[in-house]
């Protein structure tokens, strides 16, 4: 099994900054990708960017410029730096890892811009 611990929502005024991390633990093997997934109320579930073992990363057209993922192999853990945030980037942030033995959620951090 595999555990994510997300950590670093909370509530910033639009414009501001936050960062969040997920730190990967347990029986962790080839990973294929870490990725940010985020869930507003009342919409679907949506990728907000995606970070491949070889180091290509996408991002969603409504973050690009604004949102950077990264990782840091030593700890298992990959972050997201948001810079520029707007009110409709409110959401439940998720991580999720995929590797060889299957995909892995985190249990969600709250991300709230006020306007």
């Known amino acids: 099994q595999v555990q994510l611990v997300e950590s670093g929502g909370g509530l910033v005024q639009a414009g501001g900054s936050l960062g969040l991390s997920c730190a990967a633990s347990g029986s962790i093997f080839r990973i294929n990708a870490m990725e940010w997934y985020r869930q507003a109320p009342g919409k679907q579930r949506e990728l907000v960017a995606h970070?491949?073992?070889?180091?290509?990363?996408i991002y969603a057209n409504a973050v690009k410029g604004r949102f950077t993922i990264s990782r840091d192999n030593a700890k298992n853990t990959v972050y997201l730096q948001m810079n520029s945030l707007k009110p409709e980037d409110t959401a439940v942030y998720y991580c999720?890892?995929?590797?060889?033995?299957?995909?892995?959620w985190g249990q969600g951090t709250q991300v709230t811009v006020s306007s």
């Open positions: 999720r890892l995929a590797q060889a033995t299957g995909e892995y």
């Open positions: 970070l491949h073992s070889g180091g290509t990363t």
